[in-house]
C-alpha cells in the first residue's frame, strides 16, 4: 500500500469533533502525517501522539478516530512496527475518558484485516510486534485462528514468545496446554518465559515444574528484553505477585520457596534479582518478612538487601550482629548504609556506633532522626551519643558563613545535619538538659532549635530555665520562637507581636498566626480585628491556599470569641469552595470535617455538608470525626457511620482516619457483619498500605493494623481467633 493511499482522507476527517488528552484533536493530520513520512520530525510525532491519544494509558475517542490511520501506516510498510505498538497501546487500555466503553479496541479490531497480514511479515520485529496487537483486541474469531497458526510455523524464539502471549491473552486454556510442553531446559529462554506466564491463568496451580522452569531462567531480567509484555521484564518479581495476589497459603509459600531459593544462589545477579523481588514481596504480604529474613541476613552487605533490612525493622534482629560488623568498617559509605539499616532494626546496639562517626553516616543519621525515623519509636537515649551530638553542635554554632552571620538560616551543607541533632535532643527532653547551651548557641541561625530547648529546659531549676528563656527572648522576633518562649515561660507579648507580623505577610502567615493564636483561647481577644480583617481581605484568585488559610482564620477565631454567628459561615465557604479546586483541596476538605469539633453544637448548621462527605471513602472518616461532635446524636445513623468508615479501610482511602472514626464510634456501632469484615481486614496477609513512603510501608502497615484490632476488643479477639 502507498503512502497516500494510507493516508487519504486524513484532512478530510472532522477531527475538530472529537478530542485527545489535550482537547480538540485537530493537530492528528500534522502529527499523523510527519510520523508515516518517517523524517527528522518523526520521533517527535510519536512523541506527541503517545501523549496525546494513549495519554499515561488513557485513550479518548480521537484515539479510535486515530486506529484506522495507523493500521494503513503499517500495511504501508512504513514505521510499521512504531504503529503496530501503538496499535496495541490503545488496544490494550481500559482506561477510556469520555467514549463508550470497549470503543477504542473495537477501532483497532475493526482493522484486523490490515493487521492479520503482518504476522507473516519479512521482519521478525514486524511479526512480532503485529503478535501483540493482534493479541490485545481480544478477537477470538479471526485473532485466534491467525495467531495460533501463526505460532505453528513461527521459527525466530522472540516472535514464538510474543505469539505465544498473544495467543493466551486470546484463549487462555487452550495456550496453556501448548505452554505446558515449552517449560523444558531445551526451549529457547524467550519462549520458556512466555510458557511460563501462559500456564499461570487463575484458576491453575503452581506446580513444581513452574518452580524449576523459573528458577532455571535466572538471571532472567533481560530474557525478553525485546519482548513487550511488563511482567516479562521483570519475571521474578512478577510471578511473586501474581502469587501473593491469589491470597492462599499454599501460593504463599510457592512465592517464598521460589525467593528463598534464588536468594541463597550463588551467582550475585541471581540474587540481586532476588532482592528486589523480596523486597516487593515483603511490601505486600505480612508473612514475608519473617519467612524470608533468614535469607536476606546473610546479603547485608548489599545495599539493597541492608536497606530491605531496614525497612522490615525489629522483626530483622537475627541480621543485627552483621550490621553492627558492617557498620564498624573502615568504608564509610558501606558503614553508613549498614548503619543505617541497624538504626531502624536494632537502635540501643546501633547508638554507640552512631556515636563514634556522627558526621561521617547521614544516612544513619536520617533513620535515626529524619524522615526515616519510625514516628512511634523514637530513637533511644545514649550517653555517648548525647556528647557526640553537643560537640557536633557546637561546631555547627561556630560556622558562620560571610555575611549571612545571626540570619537564621543555615546553610545548605549543616542543614540536614542540625535539624537531626535538634530533632534527637528534643526527642530525647529532660535526659539531654546537658546540651541546653549548645541549643541555644544554634538557635539564632535554626529557629527549629527552640522547640528542642523548651522540651529538654521541662522540669528544671528557675536559673536553668531562665537561661533557655533568656536565650529565646533573643530571638522571639520570629513567631516559631515565641511560640516555644510562651510553652516555656507563658509570656504573651512576643507571641502576639510576631503573630500580628505573620499574619500581615500573606496566606501563609494568616496559617501560622491563627495556629499560634488560637491556642491562647480568651486570652488572644485583642488579636481577633486582625483575624477578622485577614478574613475580609480581597482574593484575586480562589486557591487551595486562600482556602486554607479561611480555615486556619476562622478556628482561630472561634476558639478566642466563641462566636458561631461569623465563624460558621465562613466554614461553610470552606466546604463549598473545595469543591471546585483541583489538586490537594481534599485535604483542606478532610481537615475541616475534623477541625470543626471544636465547635461542638455550634457547628450543627455544617452537618449537611458532613454527610455529603460520607460517599467519598477518603472523606468520610473525618465527617464522621465531625458529625460526631457537631450533629444532634439523635439524628445519627451510627451503623451506617460504621459503613462508610469500613468502606475507606477496604479501598485504603484513608486507613488513619478509619481508625480514628472506629475508635470514636465505638464497638456498639459496628453490625455483627461489620465485625466480620472487620476482623477479616485485619487478619489478612495481604498488607493494608500499599502506597505511600517506600521506607515506611511495613511499619505503617504494622502501625494501623494493630490500631485497627484494638480499637475495637471484639474485633481484636476475633482477628486474634482468624489468625
Known amino acids: 500500500m502507498e503512502l497516500p493511499i494510507a493516508l487519504a482522507g486524513l484532512d478530510a476527517h472532522p477531527w475538530a469533533t472529537v478530542n485527545h488528552a489535550y482537547g480538540l484533536a485537530e493537530d492528528l493530520p500534522d502529527l499523523l502525517r510527519a510520523f508515516a513520512e518517517g523524517g527528522e520530525d518523526a ?199 501474581i502469587l501473593l495476589g491469589r491470597d492462599t497459603e499454599a501460593d504463599r509459600e510457592s512465592a517464598f520457596a521460589l525467593l528463598d531459593g534464588a536468594l541463597r544462589d550463588e551467582r550475585p545477579d541471581v540474587r540481586a534479582e532476588a532482592l528486589w523481588a523480596a523486597d516487593r514481596a515483603c511490601m505486600l504480604s505480612r508473612s514475608a518478612p519473617q519467612r524470608l529474613v533468614p535469607a536476606i541476613a546473610p546479603l547485608a552487605a548489599d545495599w539493597t538487601a541492608a536497606r530491605l533490612l531496614g525497612k522490615i525493622g525489629p522483626a530483622a534482629a537475627e541480621a543485627a550482629p552483621l550490621l553492627a560488623e558492617l557498620a564498624a568498617q573502615p568504608d564509610d559509605e558501606a558503614a553508613d548504609q549498614a548503619l543505617a539499616a541497624l538504626v531502624l532494626v536494632a537502635p540501643q546496639t546501633a547508638a554507640p556506633l552512631l556515636a563514634r562517626a556522627l558526621g561521617r553516616r547521614p544516612h544513619a543519621m536520617q533513620c535515626a532522626t529524619g524522615s526515616h525515623a519510625p514516628a512511634d519509636m523514637p530513637f533511644p537515649f545514649d550517653a555517648e551519643l548525647l556528647a557526640a551530638a553537643r560537640a557536633r553542635l557546637a561546631a555547627n554554632a561556630l560556622e558562620q558563613p560571610e555575611g549571612r552571620k545571626d540570619c537564621g538560616c543555615p546553610t545548605t551543607a ?188 455550634a457547628g450543627r448548621p455544617l452537618t449537611g455538608r458532613l454527610h455529603a462527605l460520607l460517599n467519598d471513602p477518603a472523606q468520610a472518616p473525618s465527617a464522621i470525626l465531625g458529625l460526631l461532635a457537631v450533629a444532634d446524636p439523635a439524628d445519627l445513623d451510627h451503623a451506617r457511620l460504621a459503613e462508610a468508615a469500613l468502606h475507606s479501610a477496604e479501598t485504603r482511602a484513608d486507613l488513619k482516619g478509619t481508625c480514628d472514626a472506629l475508635q470514636a464510634l465505638g464497638s456498639a456501632a459496628l453490625t455483627p457483619e461489620q465485625h466480620d469484615r472487620l476482623a477479616a481486614l485485619t487478619a489478612r496477609d495481604r498488607r493494608l498500605v500499599l502506597y505511600g513512603s517506600d521506607h515506611a510501608m511495613i511499619r505503617e502497615d504494622e502501625q494501623l493494623r494493630a490500631a485497627l484490632t484494638s480499637a475495637l476488643p471484639e474485633t481484636a479477639a476475633m482477628a486474634t481467633g482468624a489468625c
Open 43 to 241: 520521533e517527535e510525532a510519536l512523541e506527541e501522539l503517545y501523549s496525546s491519544i494513549v495519554h499515561q494509558g488513557t485513550v479518548y475517542a480521537a484515539s479510535a478516530a486515530a486506529a484506522p490511520y495507523l493500521a494503513h501506516i503499517a500495511a504501508s510498510g512504513r514505521q510499521a512496527v512504531d504503529a503496530l505498538r501503538l496499535l496495541g497501546c490503545l488496544a490494550e487500555s481500559e482506561d477510556e475518558h469520555d467514549v463508550e466503553p470497549g470503543a477504542v479496541r473495537a477501532a483497532v479490531t475493526a482493522q484486523l484485516p490490515l493487521l492479520i497480514p503482518l504476522l507473516a511479515d519479512e521482519d521478525a520485529a514486524v511479526r512480532q510486534a503485529a503478535g501483540w496487537t493482534v493479541g490485545h483486541t481480544r478477537d477470538t474469531s479471526a485473532a485466534l485462528p491467525a495467531v495460533r497458526a501463526r505460532l505453528a510455523a513461527e521459527n525466530e524464539p522472540v516472535v514464538q514468545a510474543e505469539l505465544l502471549t498473544a495467543y493466551s491473552r486470546l484463549d487462555r486454556a487452550g495456550a496453556d496446554g501448548e505452554a505446558r510442553a515449552l517449560l523444558g531446559p531445551d526451549t529457547p529462554a524467550p519462549l520458556r518465559l512466555a510458557a511460563l506466564f501462559a500456564a499461570l491463568g487463575p484458576e491453575q496451580p503452581w506446580l513444581a515444574e513452574h518452580h524449576d522452569a523459573l528458577l532455571g531462567l535466572l538471571p532472567a531480567r533481560g530474557t525478553a528484553a525485546s519482548g513487550y509484555a511488563d511482567e516479562h521484564r521483570d519475571p521474578l518479581g512478577a510471578v511473586v505477585e
Open 414 to 601: 549543616d542543614h540536614n545535619d542540625t535539624a537531626g541533632l535538634v530533632h534527637l535532643l528534643r526527642l530525647w527532653g529532660p535526659q539531654a538538659v546537658e546540651a541546653l547551651p549548645e541549643l541555644c548557641a544554634v538557635l539564632p541561625r535554626f529557629h527549629y532549635a527552640a522547640t528542642a530547648i523548651t522540651s529538654v529546659a521541662a522540669g528544671l531549676g528557675p536559673e536553668q530555665r531562665e537561661q533557655a528563656a533568656t536565650a529565646l527572648r533573643a530571638g522571639a522576633d520570629k513567631l516559631f520562637v515565641a511560640q516555644a518562649l510562651h510553652e516555656l515561660t507563658g509570656e504573651t507579648g512576643p507571641l502576639f507581636t510576631a503573630a500580628e507580623a505573620a499574619l500581615a505577610t500573606g496566606v501563609r502567615g494568616f496559617v501560622e498566626g491563627a495556629n499560634a493564636l488560637a491556642d491562647l483561647g480568651p486570652a488572644a481577644a485583642r488579636i481577633a480585628p486582625a483575624l477578622r480583617a485577614a478574613l475580609d481581605r480581597t482574593i484575586d484568585r480562589d486557591t487551595t491556599a486562600e482556602i486554607d488559610a479561611d480555615l486556619a482564620l476562622a478556628l482561630a477565631l472561634w476558639r478566642i470569641t466563641g462566636e458561631a454567628s461569623e465563624v460558621v459561615p465562613v466554614l461553610a465557604s470552606v466546604f463549598d469552595r473545595s469543591k471546585g479546586q483541583q489538586g490537594w483541596s481534599h485535604w483542606t476538605t478532610s481537615r475541616a470535617a475534623r477541625e470543626i469539633a471544636v465547635l461542638g453544637p
